[in-house]
């Protein structure tokens, strides 16, 4: 079991630039969670997918944030255009079917927005 | 408060037990969890306890559960080196949604 795979795992890009990150959850996982690790705020859900569809994005930031899942075994968090506010690690987890299975998370993506 | 509380720092002594403190929100919480952070990875689940326990040991792990207070604690017997991270109190607060503590750093000295 290779775990929920991140990549990049480091990504500095300047303001305005897009930025996409890459998640492959563990295989037969049918549950995909978007978080973002911050000092200030903590661990936020941005969105969550349920059998590759988007079932609660309420913690997206705004609209210069988007998510895929256009298959069980890859989804994408796409930040267009970035802004410094934006620097934080991202997290991927999934987790199995049935209520409240544990999440299973990568080892984030570390974004600088300079 | 709204927020799963947690201390932010414990430091420990090598050999020592360590016991993290955590306050959740939820009464109806079905399961709560204690997951482990380490320098430049993602969450580890350590352990969890269903709410209708008191009690869960899992070899050095200790997880007691308070729902009258809504105080959940962790315990570590004999802390190494290797315990140093930063651990993380979670509730359920929905089928699939997790509320997280802010994270307690274990700071564990020879």
């Known amino acids: 079991d290779a775990g929920v795979i991140q990549s990049p795992r480091h990504e500095v890009t300047e303001m305005g630039q897009e930025v996409t990150l890459r998640c492959k959850p563990i295989?037969?996982?049918?549950?995909l969670f978007w978080y973002r690790q911050t000092m200030m705020r903590g661990l936020e859900l941005l969105i969550y997918?349920?059998?590759?569809?988007?079932?609660?994005d309420s913690g997206m930031p705004e609209d210069r944030f988007s998510a895929k899942m256009p298959n069980a075994s890859f989804s994408t968090l796409k930040i267009q255009p970035s802004e410094p506010r934006d620097s934080a690690v991202y997290f991927c987890?999934?987790?199995?079917?049935?209520?409240?299975?544990?999440?299973?998370f990568g080892n984030g993506t570390r974004l600088t927005v300079t | 408060g709204e927020d799963v509380e947690q201390s932010l720092f414990l430091s420990v002594r090598e050999g020592d037990s360590s016991v993290i403190n955590c306050t959740y929100t939820?009464?109806?919480?079905?399961?709560l969890y204690w997951y482990k952070q380490e320098p430049g990875a993602g969450l580890q689940l350590l352990t969890y306890?269903?709410?209708?326990?008191d009690m869960k040991q899992d070899q050095r792990l200790t997880v007691l559960l308070n729902k009258k207070d809504k105080h959940l604690s962790l315990r570590i017997a004999d802390t190494q080196t290797g315990d140093s991270a930063i651990y993380f109190c979670?509730?359920?607060?929905?089928?699939?949604?997790?509320?997280f503590g802010a994270g307690t750093t274990v700071t564990v000295r020879a």
């Open positions: 987890a999934s987790s199995a079917q049935g209520r409240n299975s544990p999440l299973h």
């Open positions: 295989s037969g996982h049918n549950s």
């Open positions: 997918f349920n059998n590759n569809v988007p079932i609660d």
């Open positions: 939820d009464s109806s919480s079905t399961y």
């Open positions: 306890i269903f709410s209708n326990m």
């Open positions: 979670a509730e359920t607060i929905s089928d699939y949604k997790l509320s």
